[in-house]
């Protein structure tokens, strides 16, 4: 028979566990959270920007020189 020293060490783990189960949980929720995970992505390019932005402004200037030629060369190109 167990002796009430036991089950409280037995109950003791036992809420230990469900606390760590509880955490891990609500951990996973907040990695699948899509809106939240793009308000933290947000409010790091954000503040990434603010720290340096000549980055961002050539990535954005590259990104539009490479689209504008692949629609040239779509609208000109014989085909």
Same mark, same amino acid.
């Given at each position: 028979?167990t002796d009430s020293?036991?089950?409280?060490?037995? %109950?003791?783990?036992?809420? %230990?566990?469900?606390? %760590?189960?509880?955490?891990?949980?609500?951990?996973?929720?907040?990695?699948?959270? !899509?809106?939240?995970?793009?308000?933290?992505?947000?409010h790091k390019a %954000? $503040?990434?920007?603010?720290?340096?932005?000549?980055?961002?402004?050539?990535? !954005?200037? $590259?990104? !539009? $020189?490479?689209?504008?030629?692949? !629609?040239?060369?779509?609208?000109?190109?014989?085909?």
């Amino acid at each position: 028979m167990t002796d009430s020293r036991s089950t409280a060490d037995i %109950q003791s783990k036992v809420a %230990q566990t469900r606390a %760590q189960l509880e955490s891990t949980l609500d951990e996973i929720e907040d990695k699948l959270n !899509v809106p939240k995970q793009v308000g933290i992505f947000a409010h790091k390019a %954000q $503040a990434s920007y603010e720290d340096n932005p000549v980055p961002w402004v050539a990535g !954005v200037t $590259a990104a !539009v $020189a490479i689209v504008g030629g692949l !629609v040239a060369w779509a609208v000109l190109s014989r085909d």
